[in-house]
């Protein structure tokens, strides 16, 4: 009888699916924008990232990922929600479904895609490759810090959407310069990512990463096709409007500095021995 594939070599294809279910759900939020499509994209976005850092990282530099990005990612929304910080204030409202304290569940869902995506992109641009290259602090300092600087990127457009659109939380401050949100809120979009990615990169100093199974280049494509799909959603439906011009220079910009890292790279399969 022959062996039956396991669950690594499998990651691929779960990968591949859980990225094309995602933008289904995505066209479908394109015409008729419920909360509960909202929260289901929003879970398989998750679920997609966390195979494909499974893939890409080994499964427990991707586990470690989920944790930080998780855990740190509640407690920010839930003191920025309660006491203001990191953000400024404001309250959620029951649009994105159920919540652990005053933070719907999958806003730390969304906190490590997004914190993920924008590993996998800085990765490509700097070093040409999905995974790090030499790991000093000081190399460690400056992608994280690039790193957040492209998940704020999303932000930009995602947040004022998520506030005049879909009304998902209210901010009890709205006279800020950017569609109402505050420079505190920038701050905090920074930082937060920043915190969640130095931690992981500080966390695997000392593992080698590996992939749990063959990683071909174009496996590499899954994260920048997660970021790629919400650039142009905010390009067909940002609001207000002139986030749809935005949107494809905030992150279109660092997206295709990446797809022209990914050119160059050379994935471990097919490196030349």
Same mark, same amino acid.
């Given at each position: 009888?022959?062996?039956?594939? +396991?669950?690594?070599? %499998?990651?691929?294809?779960?990968? #591949?699916?859980?990225?094309?279910? #995602?933008?289904?759900?995505?066209?479908? %939020?394109? *015409?008729?924008?419920?909360?509960?499509?909202?929260?289901?994209?929003?879970?398989?976005?998750?679920?997609?990232?966390?195979?494909?850092?499974? *893939? !890409?990282?080994?499964? %427990?530099?991707?586990?470690?990922?989920?944790?930080?990005?998780? +855990?740190?990612?509640? &407690?920010?929304?839930?003191?920025? +929600?309660? %006491?203001?910080?990191? &953000?400024? *204030? #404001?309250?959620?409202?029951?649009?994105?479904?159920?919540?652990?304290?005053?933070?719907?569940?999958?806003?730390?869902?969304?906190? &490590?895609? !997004?914190?993920?995506?924008?590993?996998?992109?800085?990765?490509?641009?700097?070093?040409?490759?999905?995974?790090?290259?030499?790991?000093?602090?000081?190399?460690?300092?400056?992608? +994280?810090?690039?790193?957040?600087?492209?998940?704020?990127? &999303?932000?930009? $457009?995602?947040?004022? #959407?998520?506030?005049?659109?879909?009304?998902?939380?209210?901010?009890?401050?709205?006279? $800020?310069?950017?569609f109402g949100e505050t420079v505190q809120g920038f701050f905090g979009w920074v930082f937060v990512s920043f915190v969640i990615i130095l931690g992981f990169r500080l966390s695997v100093r000392s593992l080698a990463m590996q992939p749990s199974s063959p990683f071909m280049r174009h496996h590499a494509l899954v994260p920048l096709a997660l970021y790629g799909s919400n650039m142009v959603f905010q390009m067909m439906l940002g609001n207000p409007v002139e986030i749809r011009s935005i949107a494809p220079f905030a992150m279109g910009?660092?997206?295709?500095?990446?797809?022209? $890292?990914?050119?160059?790279?050379?994935?471990?399969?097919?490196?030349?021995?």
């Amino acid at each position: 009888m022959p062996a039956q594939p +396991s669950l690594a070599s %499998r990651l691929p294809a779960l990968s #591949y699916l859980l990225l094309a279910i #995602y933008l289904v759900i995505l066209a479908f %939020r394109t *015409h008729n924008d419920t909360t509960m499509a909202l929260v289901v994209a929003s879970v398989v976005m998750f679920a997609c990232c966390w195979a494909s850092a499974t *893939h !890409l990282l080994g499964a %427990r530099p991707a586990l470690q990922f989920v944790l930080i990005a998780v +855990s740190f990612g509640w &407690f920010a929304e839930q003191m920025g +929600s309660s %006491r203001g910080w990191f &953000f400024g *204030h #404001y309250t959620y409202t029951d649009v994105l479904g159920p919540r652990l304290g005053d933070v719907p569940i999958v806003i730390p869902l969304m906190w &490590f895609a !997004l914190t993920y995506a924008g590993y996998v992109i800085a990765n490509l641009i700097v070093w040409q490759s999905p995974v790090d290259g030499v790991r000093g602090l000081g190399n460690t300092v400056m992608l +994280s810090f690039l790193a957040a600087m492209i998940v704020t990127a &999303f932000d930009l $457009g995602a947040d004022p #959407y998520m506030v005049y659109t879909l009304k998902a939380w209210i901010m009890t401050k709205t006279d $800020g310069a950017w569609f109402g949100e505050t420079v505190q809120g920038f701050f905090g979009w920074v930082f937060v990512s920043f915190v969640i990615i130095l931690g992981f990169r500080l966390s695997v100093r000392s593992l080698a990463m590996q992939p749990s199974s063959p990683f071909m280049r174009h496996h590499a494509l899954v994260p920048l096709a997660l970021y790629g799909s919400n650039m142009v959603f905010q390009m067909m439906l940002g609001n207000p409007v002139e986030i749809r011009s935005i949107a494809p220079f905030a992150m279109g910009i660092p997206l295709l500095c990446a797809l022209a $890292g990914y050119q160059r790279w050379v994935a471990p399969a097919k490196a030349p021995v």
